[in-house]
């Protein structure tokens, strides 16, 4: 079983940038799929983006397009998440996760294709 762990939240004022990883150990994930989602307070938890493990394909939800950038390096086992222009409404615990079976699959956006998940880290944007 993999062990994702996830780094680089902390608090940043409006407008800022902040870099996540999640650095996968315990079994090599280059092949396959990894994915960034999100919870804040008092909501279910929220897909932000997905990346193939090629690399040649990635998916983001709307609110984040043109603000986020997801990357891996698969000689690290390592996923990134470049988040720029940081809003309020970004707070929340950033989760990665990564899918078995295959380079992509149909539905990067659901949860409950993913198979093993990081315990989060925290993003806190101020206004």
């Known amino acids: 079983q993999v062990q994702l762990v996830e780094s680089g939240g902390g608090l940043v004022q409006a407008g800022g940038s902040l870099r996540l990883s999640c650095a996968a150990s315990?079994?090599?994930?280059?092949?396959?799929?990894m994915g960034w989602f999100r919870q804040a307070p008092g909501k279910e938890r929220e897909f932000v983006a997905a990346i193939s493990g090629s690399r040649t394909t990635t998916t983001y939800t709307d609110s984040v397009k043109g603000r986020f950038t997801i990357s891996r390096d698969n000689a690290k086992n390592t996923m990134y998440l470049q988040m720029n222009s940081l809003k309020p409404e970004d707070t929340a615990v950033y989760y990665c996760?990564?899918?078995?079976?295959?380079?992509?699959?149909?539905?990067?956006?659901?949860?409950?294709?993913?198979?093993?998940w990081g315990q989060g880290t925290q993003v806190t944007v101020s206004s």
């Open positions: 315990g079994r090599t994930v280059s092949a396959s799929p």
């Open positions: 996760a990564v899918a078995y079976g295959g380079s992509w699959f149909a539905a990067p956006q659901m949860s409950n294709g993913y198979s093993d």
